[in-house]
């Protein structure tokens, strides 16, 4: 008990931190003015799904909106104290009607299209979760796009 009270302290700490950045970061690149990437991609809606205490795993979802030019999605990276790993999953539905999930390598994105990981579909699959997600808690997840680059972005917990 008091060990993983101590863990999600700290996970909570460091996504507050992480948190404070990002803010900074959106503040000092306001949209409407000449930024370099202004028509780069974006990547809005981060959450992920409240785990229950016993859940090794969990999946979070967000929409990639396309920039100008296509790219594609290649992995993930989350931070040790929140889980193991972070993959690119995608679930589908069997002819028999079961849900299954894959890895997937990449995920195009072109330009000026929507992308959407959302539940049932693609995901990106937390494995070896370090505590349970919490309703509420934020945690930062970084997305690794083969021509943007690593993006990071802030995943909110929800229900
Ligand atoms: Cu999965």
């Excluded at 589908?92 to 579909?121: E, I, L, Q, R």
């Excluded at 309703?135 to 943007?148: E, I, N, Q, W």
């Excluded at 993006?151 to 909110?156: A, D, I, P, R, W």
């Amino acid at each position: 008990m008091s060990r993983s009270t101590r863990t999600s302290t700290r996970v909570a700490r460091l996504a507050a931190a992480l948190g404070s950045a990002a803010i900074l970061l959106g503040v000092a690149a306001p949209a409407g003015l000449a930024a370099p990437r202004a028509d780069a991609l974006t990547v809005t809606g981060v959450w992920a799904r409240a785990t229950a205490s016993s859940a090794k795993d969990g999946a979070a979802y967000f929409t990639i909106k396309g920039g100008s030019t296509a790219d594609s999605l290649t992995g993930a990276k989350v931070d040790m104290m929140v889980a193991m790993s972070a993959t690119l999953h995608k679930s589908s539905m069997d002819s028999g009607g079961m849900m299954s999930m894959s890895p997937v390598k990449a995920v195009p994105v072109p330009a000026g299209k929507t992308v959407a990981f959302k539940p049932g579909g693609f995901h990106v699959m937390l494995m070896g979760l370090k505590a349970p997600l919490k309703v509420g808690a934020t945690f930062k997840l970084t997305l690794v796009f083969a021509k943007a680059g690593a993006e990071s972005v802030t995943v909110t917990v929800r229900r």
